[in-house]
């Protein structure tokens, strides 16, 4: 199985300021036919299921705000959020479809300074 | 509007069967891969199965094969799991997901609780 693993565990960030959330993968995501990763990030909020934010690494899903983005390098993957809001308060997931099974990193704990 | 409604969740006791639905709306059912993701405090999420739109192929995680089934009625939108010779570690909360093997999950349900316990 892809070991999809996340750092920090835990992260308390001032409003208004940047917020970075890395993962790894054990091995490559992707997938050299259509040269895309096949990373995704998800957003959950206390008593919520999680929320898709962010697929094939960087494409945002539609109606997440602007300042989510992903990017990618070899098998290191980051979500920034550029400007952080109160309402982005969460735990935060990456998530890799590019093998069966599907694996989640452990989760990002993402607090207000 | 996409929307998932997941039922059948609930207290049974180690080795019992519970069978979870999960009717869909809003998209074309038989269009899309579905799936089963758990999530526990300790282990987090867990993707258990997926199943293909025409219901030809399923793929299950190795802690349920022989034990869960992956099914649908794409006639009522629904999505099924059968959950055989449950076990304590089989307790969680159970989300119904659009998506699935070599697709992310753009839609989830509000999740069901399934408790096994004596």
């Known amino acids: 199985d892809i070991v999809m693993t996340q750092s920090p565990d835990s992260l308390a960030v001032s409003l208004g300021e940047r917020a970075t959330i890395n993962c790894k993968s054990s091995?490559?995501?992707?997938?050299?036919?259509?040269?895309?990763?096949?990373l995704a990030w998800y957003q959950q909020k206390p008593g919520q299921p999680p929320k898709l934010l962010i697929y094939w690494a960087s494409t945002r899903e539609s109606g997440v705000p602007d300042r989510f983005s992903g990017s990618e390098s070899g098998t290191d993957f980051t979500l920034t959020i550029s400007s952080l809001q109160a309402e982005d308060v969460a735990v935060y997931y990456c998530?890799?479809?590019?093998?069966?099974?599907?694996?989640f990193g452990q989760g990002t704990k993402l607090e207000i300074k | 509007e996409v929307q998932l409604l997941e039922s059948g969740g609930g207290l049974v006791q180690p080795g019992g069967s519970l069978r979870l639905s999960c009717v869909s709306s809003?998209?074309?059912?038989?269009?899309?891969?579905m799936s089963w993701v758990r999530q526990t405090p300790g282990k987090g999420l867990e993707w258990v199965s997926t199943i293909t739109g025409s219901g030809e192929s399923t793929y299950y995680v190795d802690s349920v094969k022989g034990r869960f089934t992956i099914s649908r009625d794409n006639s009522k939108n629904t999505l099924f799991l059968q959950m055989n010779s449950l076990r304590a570690d089989d307790t969680t909360v159970y989300y119904c997901?659009?998506?699935?093997?070599?697709?992310?999950?753009?839609?989830w349900g509000q999740g069901t609780l399934v408790t096994v316990s004596s």
């Open positions: 809003g998209f074309t059912f038989s269009s899309y891969a």
């Open positions: 998530q890799q479809y590019y093998n069966t099974p599907p694996t």
């Open positions: 997901v659009r998506g699935g093997v070599r697709w992310y999950s753009d839609y």
């Open positions: 091995q490559s995501v992707l997938y050299s036919s259509n040269n895309k990763n096949y």
